[in-house]
C-alpha cells in the first residue's frame, strides 16, 4: 500500500489508546477499548492507524497489537504508522532526540514486537535531531526497507528546508510530513498571507513548509486536527468569544449541510489544497462516527464558507 494521492483522508492516531502514560500495565480494558476504537474508525471508512514508540510508554502500540493478534485478518485491512526518535526519561534526561541509526534500528523493532506485526506500512521520524547525520538514517532506512520491515518513509514536526536536506541522502522519497494543524493552530496558515506583515512575528511556523510538500507531492498530516474539542464539545465556559463564535458558525455549517460540527471543522482542513490528512485522536467512538463526512464537506464548502471560518477563528479578518 502507499500514501494516498490526491486530496487528504482520515488517519486515526493511537495516542490515547494503552491507559496511563506511567509504567502500570494496561489490562483487558485496554485492549476492549482499542478494539472499539478501530472498529468505529473502520467503520468510516479509515485505513492507515498512526502510532509512536512512545505513546503511554509504549502501551498504545502493545494494545494495538493485542487486538491485532486475536483479529484474524485485520492486519491486511489496514496500514499501520509509527514513529521513532524522541527518547523519554532516559539517561537522566527527561527528553532528548536520537535518529542514529542504530537507535532508529532498535525502536522499529521494539514497535514491531509491540504490534505483532512483521512490518510497518509508514515510518515516521518523530522530531529533528539536532545531532542527526543523514548518512545515519539513510543507512538504517534502507536496511529496514530491504529487510521488508518499513514500506515508506515519512516525517513530523519538520520544516521544509529540513526535508530536503534529509531528502538529499536518502533513497527512499519522504512520503509524509506530520505537523500540529487545525482551525485553532493556524501558525501553518497564517504564514502564508502574513509575509511582510507586523503580525507574522505572532507566528513561529517555517514559511514554505507548506509549499514544499505541495511541490513534491508530500502528504500532510495533521495532528490535533479536532483541537481537543476546542469547538465542538468543550465547557463554552473555557471559550474565548472567537472560539464561541467558531463554534456557533461550525453548528450553523453543520445543520445546513446535514451533517456534524466535527465533519465540518475536518472538512475546512481538507479543503486546503495542500493534501491534509487530519489524524482523529478521540477515543470516543461516537466521535470518531462523527467524522464520517469530512471528505464530502470538503468537497462542498464553498471559498466564503472556509474565509468565513478562518475569520471566525482568528477573531478579525485577514490583512
Keep these: ?7 487528504g ?6 495516542m490515547g489508546l494503552g491507559g496511563p502514560w506511567d509504567g502500570t500495565s494496561y489490562g483487558a480494558s485496554e485492549i476492549d477499548q482499542a478494539a472499539a476504537v478501530i472498529e468505529a474508525a473502520q467503520g468510516i471508512g479509515i485505513e492507515l492507524f498512526d502510532h509512536a514508540d512512545i505513546y503511554r510508554s509504549g502501551k ?8 491485532l493478534a486475536r483479529s484474524q485478518g485485520l492486519r491486511d485491512k489496514i496500514q499501520l504508522q509509527t514513529k521513532c526518535g524522541i527518547r523519554l526519561g532516559e539517561r537522566g534526561l527527561e527528553t532528548h532526540y536520537d535518529l542514529s541509526r542504530d537507535a532508529i534500528l532498535e525502536r ?25 547525520d543523514p548518512r545515519e538514517v539513510a543507512d538504517a532506512v534502507g536496511q529496514l526497507m530491504a529487510e521488508g520491515k518499513v514500506r515508506q518513509l515519512g516525517v513530523s514536526n519538520m520544516s ?6 534529509l531528502q538529499d541522502r536518502l533513497e527512499a522519497p519522504i512520503m509524509a510530513n506530520q505537523l500540529e494543524m487545525s482551525l485553532l493552530r493556524r501558525g501553518w496558515l497564517e504564514s502564508t498571507v502574513l509575509v511582510n506583515h507586523a503580525d507574522s512575528l505572532e507566528y513561529s511556523f517555517p514559511h514554505g513548509t507548506l509549499e514544499h510538500c505541495m511541490a513534491t507531492g508530500i502528504e500532510l498530516q495533521a495532528y490535533g486536527s479536532l483541537a481537543q474539542g476546542r469547538y465542538t464539545g468543550a465547557p463554552s465556559a473555557e471559550h474565548s468569544p472567537a ?13 445546513e449541510k446535514s451533517t456534524t460540527p466535527e465533519s465540518v471543522l475536518l472538512g475546512w482542513l481538507m ?9 482523529v485522536g478521540t477515543t470516543n467512538p461516537a466521535r470518531i462516527a462523527a467524522c464520517a463526512d469530512a471528505a464530502s464537506v470538503a468537497a462542498g464548502m464553498t471559498r466564503a464558507e472556509w474565509y468565513g471560518l478562518w475569520a471566525a477563528a482568528r477573531g478579525n479578518n485577514i490583512p
Design 1 to 7: 500500500m502507499t500514501v494516498a494521492n490526491g486530496r
Design 9 to 14: 483522508r482520515l488517519i486515526y492516531g493511537c
Design 60 to 67: 498504545s502500540e502493545a494494545v494495538f497489537g493485542e487486538v
Design 108 to 132: 522499529v523493532h521494539e514497535s514491531l514486537k509491540r504490534l505483532q506485526t512483521d512490518y510497518v506500512d509508514v515510518l515516521l521520524l518523530h522530531r529533528p535531531d539536532p545531532l542527526m
Design 160 to 165: 521544509g528546508a529540513q526535508i530536503a536536506f
Design 243 to 255: 472560539e464561541s463564535a467558531t463554534a456557533d458558525m461550525l453548528e450553523k455549517l453543520a445543520g
Design 271 to 279: 479543503k486546503h489544497p495542500a493534501r491534509i490528512s487530519p489524524v
